[in-house]
């Protein structure tokens, strides 16, 4: 992870203009900055008014040579520091450790890999503000999408009294405006838009392209960053301890490093692809491809473990409990307290929940063999399904059917 602990620009940066320090009346503003054309607009253009201290949070997916481009492309832009926040820990611990407790998927689908990130990165970026006394704070979102819902809610929430600045939103701006005011103050970059759009985190990585603005056509083989490289089978076995993942074929480690290796491994068998369409909370329809290998094997086999460890009364109240907890995360809500009150709950429900999960990996699917479990509730002493009963006689399992089927027979016979 690169570390920039500066406050000057280094000896080779060139000013974009003739605007001095001593110039800037607008006072000390940190930027959220990615890197991308929409940001590198707002870096240059604040910089003529404002002192801007870019910043940008890892929450999974970027080497160290990729930051340390993002650095260099920031002075180039402009601003006055850069840092680059490592948040990857943070991210699981804070968030992604509850989708995996309550198996959450958007829709049944789509395991909220860049709406959870955003929550995490807004959340640093305000921190950091607020330590450097910033007065301003800005980020690239338009105004038609998800991001700029949660960015403001956040920062208007931990730090009321820093304004928000949105260059791109407020001035309805197209991508050629931005490059031509680029190029027009000498930063004349390859600012092509590459075919899709791909974001990755620790995860998942969502993939948009022309085909998603569509309801009908698919993403290509190429769109995903991995490509098929095994076509065998491979047998992996997750262990998790009261829900957390621990280890993977053995080797324990932290759960993020966990997740970051089963990705490696998966992500070669093309695991993990799929279309998410919802609703954004602007009110429209979207639609967006994404791959997570990882998220998904873990979710499924956290699940499994689940139907063999918990009672179905724990099972159905957890359903519709993370369904509420992954809506109101993408939807900017994690600050409210409600969202304390299902992570206790989640947390609780995981007591049991240790165990081993074998799956085997094939090309573009996985499969769920088995768990091993001291806690399996599967337990042959008390009888097999189908099979034979240990616990009760024919004349208690007659009873007990007559005693439950009362008040549908009531009914029925109420109502002829």
């Keep these: 992870m690169a570390k920039n602990n500066k406050n000057e620009k280094p000896a080779d940066f060139l000013p974009l203009g003739e605007t001095s320090q001593s110039d800037k009346v607008g006072g000390k503003l940190v930027i959220a900055y990615s890197g991308g054309l929409d940001t590198s607009y707002c870096a240059v253009s604040l910089s003529k008014q404002y002192d801007v201290h870019a910043v940008s949070v890892n929450t999974g997916g970027f080497s160290s040579e990729e930051i340390k481009k993002i650095e260099s492309n920031a002075y180039k832009m402009g601003v006055s520091t850069y840092k680059n926040i490592d948040a990857v820990a943070t991210f699981y611990k804070k968030v992604v450790k509850y989708l995996i407790f309550g198996n959450v998927l958007k829709n049944n689908t789509y395991p909220l890999s860049v709406s959870a990130e955003r929550i995490i990165q807004a959340i640093e970026i305000i921190e950091y503000a607020k330590s450097i006394n910033a007065e301003y704070i800005a980020h690239g979102s338009t105004g038609a999408g998800n991001d700029q819902v949660r960015f403001d809610m956040i920062f208007q929430t931990l730090a009321p009294n820093i304004k928000i600045i949105t260059p791109i939103r407020d001035g309805s701006l197209t991508r050629q405006q931005e490059i031509e005011y680029l190029k027009e103050n000498g930063v004349?970059?390859?600012?092509?838009?590459?075919?899709?759009?791909?974001?990755?985190?620790?995860?998942?990585?969502?993939?948009?392209?022309?085909e998603t603005l569509t309801?009908?056509?698919a993403l290509p083989e190429t769109a995903y960053p991995s490509q098929l490289e095994n076509k065998g089978e491979e047998k992996v076995t997750l262990t998790f301890k009261k829900g957390e993942l621990v280890a993977l074929n053995g080797v324990?480690?932290?759960?993020?490093?966990?997740i970051e290796s089963l990705n490696d491994i998966a992500s070669k068998y093309a695991i993990g692809r799929d279309i998410h369409v919802g609703d954004t909370i602007v009110g429209i329809k979207g639609r967006v491809g994404f791959e997570a290998a990882a998220a998904l094997i873990t979710i499924k086999a956290h699940h499994l473990l689940e139907k063999h460890t918990l009672t179905k009364w724990q099972l159905q109240h957890k359903e519709y409990l993370a369904s509420f907890?992954?809506?109101?995360?993408h939807e900017g809500q994690y600050l409210d307290p409600v969202m304390r009150d299902m992570e206790a709950f989640l947390q609780s429900s995981q007591t049991n929940v240790s165990g081993d999960v074998t799956v085997t990996l094939k090309p573009y699917h996985f499969s769920l063999d088995g768990i091993v479990?001291?806690?399996?509730l599967m337990n042959a002493k008390f009888g097999s399904y189908?099979?034979?009963?240990?616990s009760w006689t024919a004349d208690e399992a007659k009873g007990f059917i007559k005693i439950i089927g009362n008040q549908n027979k009531i009914y029925q016979q109420v109502n002829k």
Excluded: F, P, Q, R
């Design 373 to 376: 479990s001291k806690h399996d």
């Design 252 to 258: 324990i480690n932290s759960s993020e490093i966990v």
């Design 188 to 210: 004349d970059m390859s600012w092509e838009k590459a075919k899709y759009s791909v974001n990755k985190g620790l995860w998942g990585t969502s993939v948009g392209g022309s």
């Design 386 to 390: 189908g099979e034979e009963n240990k």
């Design 325 to 329: 907890y992954g809506m109101h995360l």
């Design 215 to 217: 309801s009908e056509k």
